[in-house]
């Protein structure tokens, strides 16, 4: 299933590999390249989630929904950063991607692999659900509501990556380790490869999509039911009446006196319902657009016996991990507050 399975399945020695094959030869160009990049990828997650967690820390406006939202994904993200691409990178710089670092570490690097990816996924999710339910049911979706309906949607994420991700130590799915062929995997078993895609991402998957396309129809029948306002002004001399202009105005009376107001088409709160959901698509875009190459040959792989290029796996799932780089990119280039709480925290207050 999960989240290395790709990563570490079935390697084999290539000309092609980034480790520059399984006959020691030295790193090309291209080679040193692109693990460079990977290592740049891995410390720029670290940093910029990090800087993310300290903001919410530090700013007590942040000490709220929807931000302990953000912050659980952050939190996730971080940790892919720590635990998971470190080891990864150092499988990558292995001649032939194989595993040198030992049983334990083996178990280690798969459990923590599948939890924090998994706790990543579905805190987006979450996100994507606090943002439908406060756009299409706002005046039932209380502050009261939406703390408590968030933390229970952190506890269930995480709680079903520990399932996931702890269920071969428990005995279902047994991670696959061979000290004779250098390999660490997750087990390739039918069963637990179709509940841990599953519950890791084809669910988390059908939930995003159904949220922005109930977000989108209610975006676009809020836009195509807004009628045209007319304000009556004062009677001329004549009692003639006059139709105001077709802009959405505001008018005051004072005695013989109107003063008319004009307003913007959209009200404050649709254009923060609009921003919402322009965050939610790109959100959900870049999160499905970096983990479903992974997937799809995941679930596919086990269950039809396929064999995968390993320069393909590697591909796969470090772009994967992308997507907890990209994560706090998004949701905080929508949120001016973050930019402000990021300058103050490199400068001190007079």
């Not at 005051?252 to 009200?267: C, I, K, L, S």
Request: a positive charge; proline letters at 5%; aromatic letters at 12%.
């Amino acid at each position: 299933m999960p989240l290395n399975g790709s990563a570490v399945g079935n390697r084999t020695s290539s000309s092609g590999s980034t480790g520059g094959g399984g006959t020691g030869e030295p790193f090309s160009f291209w080679s040193l390249l692109v693990l460079s990049l990977l290592a740049l990828l891995t410390a720029a997650t670290f940093v910029w989630n990090l800087l993310v967690l300290a903001t919410i820390l530090r700013v007590k406006t942040f000490h709220r929904v929807p931000h302990n939202l953000v912050a659980s994904t952050a939190v996730a993200d971080v940790l892919v950063a720590a635990l998971v691409m470190p080891l990864s990178l150092a499988k990558e710089l292995s001649a032939g991607r194989r595993w040198r670092l030992g049983r334990e570490l083996c178990h280690v690097w798969v459990a923590c692999d599948v939890l924090c990816c998994t706790a990543s996924i579905w805190s987006v999710t979450a996100i994507a659900l606090d943002r439908y339910w406060s756009i299409t049911r706002h005046l039932e979706y209380t502050l009261r509501t939406r703390r408590r309906a968030s933390n229970v949607m952190i506890g269930l994420a995480w709680a079903l990556s520990a399932l996931i991700s702890l269920a071969p130590l428990l005995g279902w799915g047994e991670t696959y380790y061979s000290p004779e062929q250098e390999r660490c995997q997750v087990s390739q078993d039918p069963s637990y490869t179709v509940f841990s895609t599953c519950g890791a991402f084809y669910l988390p998957l059908c939930v995003v999509l159904f949220v922005y396309w109930k977000i989108y129809k209610a975006a676009k029948f809020r836009i195509g039911g807004r009628s045209r306002r007319n304000a009556v002004l004062p009677l001329p001399a004549l009692g003639q009446v006059k139709e105001a202009s077709h802009q959405p105005q505001m008018v005051f009376t004072a005695r013989h006196a109107t003063v008319t107001f004009q307003t913007d088409g959209e009200t404050w709160r649709e254009q923060k319902e609009k921003k919402a959901a322009m965050m939610v698509g790109i959100l959900i875009g870049v999160f499905v657009l970096c983990w479903i190459p992974f997937f799809v040959t995941e679930l596919i792989s086990p269950l039809c016996s396929c064999t995968i290029a390993p320069v393909w796996k590697s591909i796969f799932l470090w772009l994967g991990y992308s997507n907890s780089f990209f994560n706090p990119l998004i949701y905080t280039a929508f949120n001016k507050n973050y930019n402000n709480a990021f300058k103050n925290l490199f400068v001190r207050p007079r």
